[in-house]
């Protein structure tokens, strides 16, 4: 049996393209980054699916984007890397991934996934969870790498990552005279707002993304500072959401040796900050 850490994306296509294969997977729905809710009647992505390129694995939708600054040059310092990450690069067209939540669906669908929470490895080839224990031939990881090199004893630390908290915000349409929003003011809570207009007929989601490392800021904060940049006040939102996504921006690498067995694979495997289709392509080569 193939192991396979994780159900985003990665772990998916991998899971799908390989026999004999088993996902672990430690949250209740599948799809990591982009997993998704219906909230209001909409299937909505708890993050939107945009790339500067088409690849074979998508359909895509061309959007344009009004692309608005605010002290650009502190961008790198607020999101604490010194290069941004190619799905944080903004251009005034760009694609939308249309069916992504089909994608998702479907893939869910071939394999098989086991929802727990991993607290052990040993012998480079048993996983022990919390109520069980599965032996693979293969263990493909496309969960943190870190904490896997944790799990086997390795140090490892090298490694660094920048979190986020991410604020999933819908609100009734109005023209706000841009759709991407980047603040690089190091006294504002949020560093990127992308209002994915195209998503509903009927409403604006708003997309906040907030850089940290230690912990997030508090709500309050949050709110004032959307109030204070005419972004948004609370009396406006008809529903919201949020999540935090650790370890979103990856720092470092890794030059350790890891049992052959073990394959690291996607964007945590690797530790790169792949777009969706490198990550895809990655993960179907591993
Ligand atoms: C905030 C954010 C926005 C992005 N936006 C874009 C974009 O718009 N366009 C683009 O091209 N790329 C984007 N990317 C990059 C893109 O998301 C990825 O390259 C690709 O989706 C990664 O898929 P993945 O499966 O490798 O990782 P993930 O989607 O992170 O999936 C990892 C999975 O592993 C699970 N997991 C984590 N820890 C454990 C554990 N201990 N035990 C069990 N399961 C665990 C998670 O729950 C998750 O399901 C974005 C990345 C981030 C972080």
């Given at each position: 049996?193939?192991?396979?850490?994780?159900?985003?994306l990665?772990?998916?296509?991998?899971?799908?393209?390989?026999k004999?294969?088993?996902?672990?997977?430690?949250?209740?729905?599948?799809?990591?980054?982009?997993?998704?809710?219906?909230?209001?009647?909409?299937?909505?992505?708890?993050?939107p699916?945009?790339?500067?390129?088409?690849c074979?694995?998508?359909?895509?939708t061309?959007?344009?984007?009004?692309i608005?600054?605010?002290?650009?040059?502190?961008?790198l310092?607020?999101?604490?890397t010194?290069?941004?990450?190619?799905?944080?690069?903004?251009?005034?067209?760009?694609f939308?991934?249309?069916?992504?939540?089909?994608?998702?669906?479907n893939?869910?669908?071939?394999?098989k996934?086991?929802?727990?929470?991993?607290?052990?490895?040993?012998?480079?080839?048993?996983?022990?969870t919390t109520?069980?224990?599965?032996?693979?031939?293969?263990?493909?990881?496309?969960?943190?790498?870190?904490?896997i090199?944790?799990?086997?004893?390795i140090k490892?630390?090298?490694?660094?990552?920048?979190?986020?908290?991410e604020?999933?915000?819908?609100?009734?349409?109005?023209?706000?005279?841009?759709?991407?929003?980047?603040?690089?003011?190091?006294?504002?809570?949020?560093?990127?707002?992308i209002?994915?207009?195209?998503?509903?007929?009927?409403?604006?989601?708003?997309?906040?993304?907030?850089?940290?490392?230690?912990?997030?800021?508090?709500?309050?904060?949050?709110f004032s500072?959307?109030?204070?940049?005419?972004?948004?006040?609370?009396?406006?939102?008809?529903?919201f959401?949020?999540?935090?996504?650790?370890?979103?921006?990856?720092?470092?690498?890794d030059?350790?040796?890891?049992?052959?067995?073990?394959?690291?694979?996607?964007?945590?495997?690797?530790?790169?900050?792949?777009?969706?289709?490198?990550?895809?392509?990655?993960?179907?080569?591993?």
């Open positions: 049996m193939k192991i396979v850490l994780g159900g985003g990665s772990g998916l296509f991998l899971a799908s393209n390989k004999d294969s088993l996902i672990i997977e430690n949250q209740p729905r599948l799809g990591g980054v982009f997993t998704y809710e219906e909230i209001l009647n909409v299937n909505i992505p708890f993050h699916p945009l790339t500067n390129y088409s074979e694995y998508f359909q895509t061309e959007v344009k984007l009004r608005h600054m605010k002290k650009e040059n502190y961008i310092r607020k999101i604490y010194h290069e941004l990450p190619k799905w944080l690069i903004f251009n005034e067209k760009m939308y991934v249309t069916n992504l939540i089909e994608l998702i669906d893939l869910s669908k071939k394999v996934v086991l929802h727990t929470n991993i607290k052990k490895i040993i012998q480079n080839n048993k996983v022990i109520n069980n224990m599965v032996r693979g031939d293969e263990i493909f990881v496309t969960i943190s790498r870190k904490y090199a944790d799990l086997l004893g490892n630390d090298k490694l660094r990552s920048v979190s986020m908290l604020l999933i915000v819908i609100v009734p349409k109005k023209d706000r005279g841009w759709d991407v929003y980047i603040n690089g003011d190091n006294g504002i809570s949020y560093s990127h707002i209002n994915a207009y195209w998503i509903s007929n009927d409403y604006d989601i708003l997309y906040v993304l907030i850089p940290f490392t230690s912990s997030p800021p508090i709500w309050d904060k949050i500072d959307l109030k204070r940049e005419n972004i948004l006040l609370k009396d406006e939102i008809l529903a959401r949020s999540r935090i996504i650790r370890d979103a921006i990856l720092i470092g690498e030059d350790n040796v890891y049992p052959e067995n073990i394959k690291f694979c996607g964007r945590l495997g690797k530790w790169k900050n792949f777009t969706l289709c490198e990550a895809i392509l990655d993960s179907l080569n591993c």
